[in-house]
Structure formats: structure tokens, C-alpha cells
């Protein structure tokens, strides 16, 4: 079985300042592992991806994320908050079986303050 | 190169009355999906499609059905509409393969049944 925590539920930062969204997965194997976006009203935008090809990863919009097997973690991070990043944002893995489901997080709503 | 689209993107329903939402992408995937979105309760999957002709019973199939002539299009339909069936719908598609697990979501389905 398979798991993914979304360690806060809401985090608010002012602009130009640092992200760091927190993710931890639970699986007997390395799962892929992915961050998506969901902006209101507005369908999922895959924001990056970890395949097993790189531990660091770069997705659109200046997010990157680092796969940490020790840890078992996979925080998104970006260097510095736009107002455009306000959105919810969703951690989610596979591991590649069966229907290829995903099992997602339960989202951390990111805030940005002028 | 349009990705997953889906028609209609507002509906309301009477309580009874019938009606199919249609998703297509154009990116030759075999994987297509059916989900629900409801405050709280993140994303479930209702049903889903490992290629052309097939379709399987996702989390909560109940008072759905689905059909997939074409590989491009997935269809949901609702027989009998109920006020438990408001919700925002999106349909998904993936490749499927090794390296590719990852879904593309499309703009969502906002349906209310008074």
C-alpha cells in the first residue's frame, strides 16, 4: 500500500519570499512521485515529476523538488513567492500497477501576501 | 495540441433527468479516468479506461456509467441525477507507460443537480 502526506494543510508567505511545500510518501518501493497545481476553479497542471532519473527535479514556473529516499520525502520548494502562486497544490505518487492510479495528498493551500 | 478537453463545463440537472459528459485528448493515450472532486474529500476516481473498448469500477462508481468507443473519447453518464452527484467532474489521461504514469487533467465539469 501506498501513501502520500501533505505535512501543512495551508502555508502563507509574502511575496518574494522563499517556498517550501513539505510531502512525505509511504510505499515498499520507490514510487513515482509527482506535484501538481490546482489554481481556482481551475482543473490539475502538472507542475513536476521524479522518475528515478534525477533526485532533483525542475518543473515549470521556477519549482523544483528533491527526492529523498532516506527521508522518504519530496518537498516542492521555489526560490522566491509570485502572487500568481497562489493556488493549491497536491503531492501525489504511483507506482505503476495495475490501472496506474494515483494516490494523492490531501493538498496544502499555498497563500501569497503582497 | 489541445491536451484533455471537456464538454460541457457548467450543467444543472432537475433530480432524475439524465445527461453524458465527454472528455477527449489528442495525445493518443491509453489511459483515461473519471473523477470527482468534492470539498474535503480530494479527488475519487469513479471509473476508468486501460484502452480502447475497456472500461473498470474506480472508488465510487455507483449511479455512473462510462463508455469508450474511441480511444480519444471517454464518456460519463449519470441515468438518474441526484443531489449527491454535485460535484466538479475531471477526466484524466495518461500514457500509461514506464516513465509516464503522470495524468493530465482537463478544465473540469461543474455540475449541480437541484
Known amino acids: 500500500a501506498q501513501s502520500v502526506t501533505q505535512l501543512d494543510s495551508h502555508v502563507s508567505v509574502s511575496e518574494g519570499t522563499p517556498v517550501l511545500l513539505r510531502c512525505n510518501y509511504s510505499s515498499s518501493y520507490s514510487p513515482s512521485l509527482f506535484w501538481y497545481v490546482q489554481h481556482p476553479n481551475k482543473g490539475l497542471q502538472l507542475l513536476l515529476k521524479?522518475?528515478?532519473?534525477?533526485?532533483l527535479v525542475k518543473g515549470i514556473n521556477g519549482f523544483e523538488a528533491e527526492f529523498k529516499k532516506s527521508e522518504t520525502s519530496f518537498h516542492l520548494t521555489k526560490p522566491s513567492a509570485h502572487m500568481s502562486d497562489a493556488a493549491e497544490y497536491f503531492c501525489v505518487s504511483s507506482l505503476g500497477t495495475g490501472r496506474r492510479a494515483l494516490t494523492f495528498g490531501s493538498g496544502t493551500r499555498l497563500q501569497v501576501q503582497p | 495540441n489541445a491536451g484533455v478537453t471537456q464538454t460541457p463545463k457548467f450543467r444543472v440537472l432537475k433530480t432524475g433527468q439524465s445527461m453524458t459528459l465527454l472528455c477527449a485528448q489528442d495525445?493518443?493515450?491509453?489511459?483515461m479516468y473519471w473523477y470527482r472532486q468534492d470539498p474535503g474529500m480530494g479527488l475519487r476516481l469513479i471509473h476508468y479506461?486501460?484502452?480502447?473498448?475497456?472500461?473498470a469500477k474506480g472508488e465510487v462508481p455507483d449511479g455512473y456509467n462510462v463508455s469508450r468507443l474511441k480511444k480519444q473519447n471517454f464518456l460519463l453518464g449519470l441515468e438518474s441525477a441526484a443531489p449527491s452527484q454535485t460535484s466538479v467532474y475531471f477526466c484524466a489521461s495518461s500514457s500509461g507507460q514506464p516513465g509516464g504514469y503522470e495524468q493530465y487533467f482537463g478544465p473540469g465539469t461543474r455540475l449541480t443537480v437541484t
Open positions: 479506461s486501460v484502452g480502447e473498448g475497456t472500461t
Open positions: 521524479y522518475t528515478s532519473a534525477a533526485t
Open positions: 495525445m493518443n493515450h491509453e489511459y
